[in-house]
């Protein structure tokens, strides 16, 4: 159980954090009258200022996307923190002693927050002395001439903070030890190393990077061979676990990052600290990469946690490889923890086997940017670089390619998403039954086979249904059919609790042909809004049905019973018709997310990004049709 910081602290903080400083740092303010300030809102993209601060009562709103609250909220919302990280943040810069209930995971007793601070200084300082090295050392020359081969100049060098590690083993342990760092905490720190008694720095002649944490402090170090007499072989050498550094638990870059990340729905997941570098100066400033290790749960919680990942779209993974076999295989291996994440997730692969850096080396900030927008989505490259591996054009090819990839398939979550998916899949395998690939990877994800023939009933009929023949409902979900049926049920009996809210579904909401021909004889007879009710609606609904289905449905659901008792049926048909509004919406979502994934953003940007603002715009009529069904419950 986390800690708690004390009340009085934390409104200690609010009192005496000025929201128009904090607010300031991030959004150019102008005075806008009446003791309010504005500027454009840093939560979304718009062109006229509709975000404002009041500093009388310390809260800021924006009219535009509805963000709002204090300065605390302010700072987890546009730094991606959480409510205990923003007070300490706020705390650090207001000089606030803050004090906790209990110990905090990580942090434990006071004892152990104080080994943090002095952890925390030791690695800012070993920061500071890195840069100095490299920016004004003759002997870091190598360091420099490394950047500089791979296009990095000092500015970009002093903008990541890398540094140059001396060779002789003891400058930084000196350097610190003047600052009155204990060996100890050195060694703790994983900065210095110790064998036979001896310390010594454990990097030496090669080019540093700080790795930082969310909140922008240095936790440890990434460093790169320079010389060929290195006694340490690794190309690569990364802090050693210590009490603030977690090598599965950081990425590099997600200090510079996380704001980017969050406003544009996008993380970029790239391989080194140059890929990194490199994306960023392109424009491409949601890149990321781990630290010595491949890409794990934490990794992907922290990343959600920045998208703000949940059972809804919130945007894209993109993994950034060689188009070589190892880029190949490694992407594969991220298909294996795809299912950690909600978000769509994405390769972009460059098939000259050129990394980001060499990328930009050879081609420019454009060629960069290019590799992300054409990724592709991770389900399709893992299931077609399977395929290859096969004869299509044989039986036997196209029958062992659909045992090997069906399970692929099979994992994927989003049940829309895998059906689509395997109907794509029999059209590459050249399968004839299309349903057929369908049901076996339903069968192989361990869900229900709904799919049937035209011939065949479902596996659930609902009231009514049996007499009508299954034929004309086509292949529907029975739950579907089910909603659909309770629907039209409530606008045959009671149109007037229907109203407008039924009138507003289009004909293409439902999705058996038979409901979707009702449906338009409920238009024809003048829809619920204005209908007279009684026997005078269902002689309105007789003389616009135009086929004996329709008038066999309406006999039907003009005597099934609506199970609900008088005194909640308002509330059960509202929440029936807003049920049917939320699943439609669905369901374009799923053919709009389908479109996108089909669409060049680096050809046609225009319809891309139109697309998907509609896009958030569907997933913000789902968000509130979900709300306020669940208010009708």
């Known amino acids: 159980m ?94 606030i002693q803050l004090r906790y209930e209990e110990p905090r995971p990580g942090t434990g007793a006071p004892g152990q927050r104080e ?145 980017e990340i969050a406003r544009r729905s996008q993380a970029v997941v790239v391989e080194g600290y140059t890929d990194v570098m490199a994306c960023h100066l392109a424009g491409v400033p949601t890149a990321v990469a781990t630290c010595g290790t491949s890409f794990g749960d934490e990794h992907a919680q ?35 923890g795809d299912q950690r994440f909600v978000a769509q997730t994405f390769v972009a692969i460059e098939l000259d086997g050129l990394d980001p850096c060499e990328l930009r080396q050879r081609s420019g900030d454009a060629a960069v940017r290019e590799l992300i927008a054409r990724r592709q989505p991770l389900f399709q490259l893992a299931i077609r670089t399977t395929l290859r591996q096969f004869d299509l054009d044989t039986p036997e090819g196209r029958t062992l390619a659909l045992d090997r990839t069906l399970p692929l398939v099979a994992r994927i979550r989003d049940h829309a998403l895998r059906d689509e998916y395997a109907r794509r899949l029999a059209g590459w395998v050249g399968a004839a039954d299309e349903l057929a690939v369908v049901r076996r990877a339903r069968t192989h994800a361990g869900a229900p086979d709904r799919t049937r023939s035209r011939s065949s009933a479902p596996a659930e009929i609902p009231p009514g249904q049996q007499a009508l023949g299954v034929p004309v409902h086509g292949d529907v979900d029975p739950q579907i059919l089910a909603l659909e049926r309770s629907a039209l049920r409530i606008a045959v009996q009671r149109p007037a609790l229907a109203g407008q809210l039924f009138d507003d579904l289009d004909a293409e909401a439902f999705m058996s042909p038979a409901y979707r021909g009702f449906r338009e004889t409920v238009g024809k007879a003048g829809g619920c809004a204005t209908s007279p009710g009684g026997r005078a609606w269902v002689d309105a609904l007789l003389a616009a049905a135009v086929d004996d289905t329709a008038r066999q449905l309406l006999a039907e659901l003009a005597v099934e019973p609506i199970p609900a008792e008088e005194a909640a049926l308002s509330r059960y048909a509202e929440s029936v018709v807003l049920r049917m509004h939320e699943v439609w919406v669905s369901r374009k979502l799923v053919a709009l997310k389908a479109r996108l994934q089909r669409t060049d953003p680096s050809e046609q940007t ?9 896009l958030l715009a569907l997933e913000k009529d789902r968000r509130d049709l979900r709300e306020r069904g669940m208010g009708t419950s």
Not at 22 to 51: M, N, Q
Not at 305 to 334: C, H, N, P, S, Y
Not at 606 to 614: A, G
Request: with cysteine.
């Open 2 to 95: 986390a800690g708690r910081i004390r009340d009085d602290d934390v409104a200690a903080v609010r009192e005496r954090a000025q929201i128009e400083e904090i607010v300031g740092e991030y959004v150019a303010l102008r005075k806008a009258g009446g003791g309010s300030l504005t500027g454009l809102c840093p939560f979304h993209e718009e062109k006229t200022p509709s975000f404002h601060v009041t500093p009388a009562r310390n809260l800021f709103y924006c009219f535009g996307c509805q963000q709002g609250g204090d300065v605390i909220s302010f700072l987890e919302k546009v730094e991606q923190l959480s409510f205990t990280e923003a007070v300490e943040l706020l705390a650090g810069r207001l000089g």
């Open 115 to 259: 080994q943090r601070s002095r952890l925390v200084d030791a690695h800012a300082e070993a920061a500071h002395f890195y840069a100095e090295q490299l920016a004004e050392s003759a002997e870091a020359l190598p360091g420099r001439r490394f950047l500089a081969e791979r296009e990095f100049d000092r500015d970009a060098a002093a903008r990541f903070g890398v540094g140059y590690a001396p060779r002789d083993g003891e400058a930084l342990h000196k350097y610190l030890r003047q600052r009155r760092f204990a060996d100890a905490e050195l060694v703790t720190a994983g900065l210095v190393a110790q064998r036979g008694g001896a310390l010594y720095d454990r990097f030496r002649g090669r080019l540093v990077w700080p790795i930082r944490d969310l909140l922008g402090e240095v936790v440890g170090f990434g460093a790169r061979r320079l010389y060929d007499d290195d006694r340490i072989e690794a190309k690569y050498l990364n802090t050693p676990e210590t009490p603030i550094y977690k090598k599965s638990h950081v990425l590099y870059g997600v200090d510079m990052a996380k704001r």
């Open 302 to 336: 922290l990343l959600r946690r920045l998208l703000r990942d949940q059972d809804e779209f919130r945007g894209e993974i993109v993994f950034t490889f060689d188009g070589d076999e190892a880029g190949q295989k490694a992407a594969l291996r991220a298909f294996e």
């Open 606 to 614: 225009t319809l891309y990004n139109r697309m998907f603002t509609e």
